[in-house]
């Protein structure tokens, strides 16, 4: 299937690895030219080498705990130079802990990363959106927006926030091309799932090994997916063939998740 994806210019979030890192790759494939954003300057050279045609690819370095210094940076980025037909929304997520013992602090911190961020973005990238007629905002979220995750408290509470930004924002920039979606990823092999299942380990006084298997067998695929799958699905809903597909949330979980 041709994606037409050709010549689009795609900023992606996050990636310097695991998911955001093959989404980068996968658009780079598709001909996009690809605008890296992380805060490791170091990291985001090193993954741009890896980009097929690195010189037509460039990054971004933000801190996204710092939203307005990510909006000048993007803003000066599209004055200086092009701005974007694809949005990846996506960010670390927050630390696990149970929500009673959760701070205001780490509630602030992740409500800035992931909703303030992505509002951010989006209001200076959808006015180019608009004069191309076509535009797609893709937010890597995760499968707590269906079924909130026990051990998760911060993150379920602000994910399900960005589901309900995404879904606000997809009927109000439909008409002009636009559309808006989630992916929400299952386990996926990133440094975010060693952390987990490390945390887990330590709590039931198990071995990593031990507690990887229990976990790939809550997922009737029972094995973890790759970032290079999830990538795939972004990929697909970048392209101009899914432009009937919006403000949808669309798990990559191998089946785990058991609503509809």
């Known amino acids: 299937m041709d994606l037409k994806l050709n010549k689009k210019y795609a900023l992606v979030c996050g990636s310097t690895r695991g998911i955001g890192k093959a989404t980068a790759i996968a658009l780079a494939n598709e001909g996009v030219h690809v605008t890296l954003v992380a805060r490791n300057r170091e ?36 004055e200086k130079e092009h701005g974007f037909h694809i949005v990846i929304n996506n960010t670390g997520g927050p630390r696990s802990g149970e929500i009673l013992t959760a701070s205001l602090e780490a509630f602030e911190n992740a409500f800035t990363m992931h909703l303030k961020c992505n509002h951010l973005i989006a209001q200076a990238t959808i006015p180019f959106m608009k004069e191309e007629g ?12 269906k079924e909130p995750i026990p051990g998760l408290g911060v993150s379920n509470t602000i994910r399900g926030a960005v589901g309900n930004w995404s879904k606000t924002l997809a009927t109000e920039v439909a008409e002009f091309g636009i559309t808006v979606n ?18 887990k380990a330590n709590l039931e006084n198990r071995s990593l090994e031990d507690m990887a298997e229990i976990m790939k067998n809550y997922t009737p695929a029972k094995r973890f997916a790759k970032p290079e799958e999830t990538a795939s699905v ?19 979980d191998g089946g785990r998740t058991k609503s509809l």
């Open 43 to 78: 990291k985001l050279k090193a993954v741009l080498e890896e980009l097929p045609n690195h010189r037509n690819h460039n990054y971004i370095v933000a801190d996204f705990l710092n939203p307005r210094e990510l909006q000048e940076q993007l803003i000066k980025c599209i």
């Open 134 to 145: 076509f535009g797609r905002i893709i937010n890597v979220i995760s499968t707590s927006v």
């Open 182 to 199: 989630n992916v929400l990823p299952g386990f996926t092999e990133t440094e975010r799932l060693n952390e987990i299942i490390k945390i």
């Open 234 to 252: 972004i990929t697909f809903l970048a392209s101009t063939p899914a432009a009937y597909i919006n403000g949808v949330n669309v798990p990559v």
